[in-house]
């Protein structure tokens, strides 16, 4: 089954959840499957209808001194209703103690009672920021990415094609390689796309008749980066005499990477054309986009304004000459 289970979730020491085991032991083999969490306010009261089983439910002094204020039979009654939903975990923030009542439900319906010394807001923050990382989907993808004047820009292409010595002379002109040959894609919420490189392979790049280079080595920390938001793929394709290219750019095209669609644009490689100057080009054309520009479009328009204009007057002269 996918997800994470609540042990491991337990013993997660980087993150700085600093969660500890109150009841529930045996439903540590819980497994959270959705990277969002809920606070269970309206539950509590009783109103259990948009509770999501699947999320871990998190618990602030909002929350317990609800239920310190309530009925003490009322109280029980609301947990005892809420825990047979086979919530996946509960966890009590602010290092408070939780009612016994919740302690007791929990044990006996093997909930997992988790506590953080962290304040809710900060708390909730970790977690998401790690149930993120380790459950959004991701992929693997052949190419290049690299931090274009801050454009992510991933460059696509078969074996061969110069991606990795198109990367190496961006970094030459003060660019950032992010990741070579092999970039792993993860998708983060609400909707965007982060490339990175893999743990072996990372600040590395292969270059024909070069070999393996440091680039973190021989450029120093400000060549590289860790990861990077992807903004455009940019595919290398050899160029093929007779093949009609797009020339006025006025389509955009899309590439789709985890179900969501980035621009694309695939720029044909021959002798003589200058790939990475393009592919600069193309992150400062993409910057321009982001901020409601678009070059190929107002083109156009100046073009179909101009044309109108002299068919205009194309109409006037006709029909002053017919006067005449």
């Given at each position: 089954?996918?997800?994470?289970?609540?042990?491991?979730?337990?013993?997660?020491?980087d993150?700085?959840?600093?969660?500890?085991?109150?009841?529930?032991?045996?439903?540590?083999?819980?497994?959270?499957?959705?990277?969002?969490?809920?606070?269970?306010?309206?539950?509590?009261?009783?109103?259990t209808?948009?509770?999501?089983?699947?999320?871990?439910?998190?618990?602030?002094?909002?929350?317990?001194?609800?239920?310190?204020?309530?009925?003490?039979?009322?109280?029980?009654?609301?947990?005892?209703?809420?825990?047979?939903?086979?919530?996946?975990?509960?966890?009590?923030?602010?290092?408070?103690?939780?009612?016994?009542?919740?302690?007791?439900?929990?044990?006996?319906?093997?909930?997992?009672?988790?506590?953080?010394?962290?304040?809710?807001?900060?708390?909730?923050?970790?977690?998401?920021?790690?149930?993120?990382?380790?459950?959004?989907?991701?992929?693997?993808?052949?190419?290049?990415?690299?931090?274009?004047?801050?454009?992510?820009?991933?460059?696509?292409?078969?074996?061969?094609?110069?991606?990795?010595?198109?990367a190496?002379?961006?970094?030459?002109r003060?660019?950032?390689?992010?990741?070579?040959?092999?970039?792993?894609?993860?998708?983060?919420?609400?909707?965007?796309?982060?490339?990175?490189?893999?743990?072996?392979?990372?600040?590395?790049?292969?270059?024909?008749?070069?070999?393996?280079?440091?680039?973190?080595?021989?450029?120093?920390?400000?060549?590289?980066?860790?990861?990077?938001?992807?903004?455009?793929?940019?595919?290398?394709?050899?160029?093929?005499?007779?093949?009609?290219?797009?020339?006025?750019?006025?389509?955009?095209?899309?590439?789709?990477?985890?179900?969501?669609?980035?621009?694309?644009?695939?720029?044909?490689?021959?002798?003589?054309r200058?790939?990475?100057?393009?592919?600069?080009?193309?992150?400062?054309?993409?910057?321009?986009?982001?901020m409601g520009?678009?070059?190929?479009?107002?083109?156009?328009?100046?073009?179909?304004?101009?044309?109108?204009?002299?068919?205009?007057?194309?109409?006037?002269?006709?029909?002053?000459?017919?006067?005449?």
């Amino acid at each position: 089954m996918p997800g994470i289970s609540i042990a491991e979730l337990l013993a997660e020491q980087d993150v700085g959840l600093a969660l500890e085991l109150l009841a529930g032991r045996d439903g540590l083999g819980n497994r959270v499957q959705v990277p969002r969490i809920q606070k269970p306010g309206l539950a509590l009261a009783g109103y259990t209808a948009n509770l999501h089983h699947d999320r871990i439910q998190v618990l602030g002094s909002t929350e317990l001194s609800y239920l310190e204020q309530l009925d003490p039979l009322r109280a029980a009654e609301n947990i005892r209703a809420l825990c047979t939903h086979d919530i996946c975990c509960f966890i009590i923030t602010k290092g408070q103690t939780p009612p016994d009542i919740l302690i007791q439900a929990a044990e006996s319906r093997s909930i997992p009672l988790l506590r953080s010394p962290l304040q809710s807001s900060d708390f909730i923050s970790l977690l998401t920021n790690f149930l993120e990382e380790h459950l959004l989907p991701t992929k693997t993808v052949h190419g290049v990415l690299v931090d274009v004047l801050g454009v992510g820009v991933l460059l696509l292409g078969k074996s061969g094609i110069g991606k990795s010595e198109c990367a190496l002379d961006l970094v030459l002109r003060g660019h950032r390689l992010v990741a070579d040959d092999i970039v792993k894609v993860r998708m983060k919420m609400p909707a965007v796309l982060f490339g990175e490189g893999k743990d072996l392979l990372h600040y590395h790049m292969e270059i024909r008749g070069l070999g393996i280079i440091n680039i973190k080595h021989l450029f120093g920390v400000a060549s590289i980066r860790d990861r990077k938001k992807i903004d455009v793929a940019i595919e290398l394709v050899e160029w093929e005499d007779g093949k009609e290219y797009d020339r006025l750019g006025l389509e955009d095209n899309t590439y789709t990477l985890l179900g969501l669609k980035i621009p694309f644009l695939k720029i044909p490689v021959r002798p003589g054309r200058d790939i990475t100057s393009i592919v600069e080009v193309a992150a400062r054309n993409q910057l321009l986009k982001e901020m409601g520009y678009h070059s190929a479009r107002e083109f156009q328009d100046r073009l179909e304004s101009r044309m109108a204009e002299t068919v205009r007057l194309q109409s006037h002269t006709i029909i002053g000459d017919n006067l005449e």
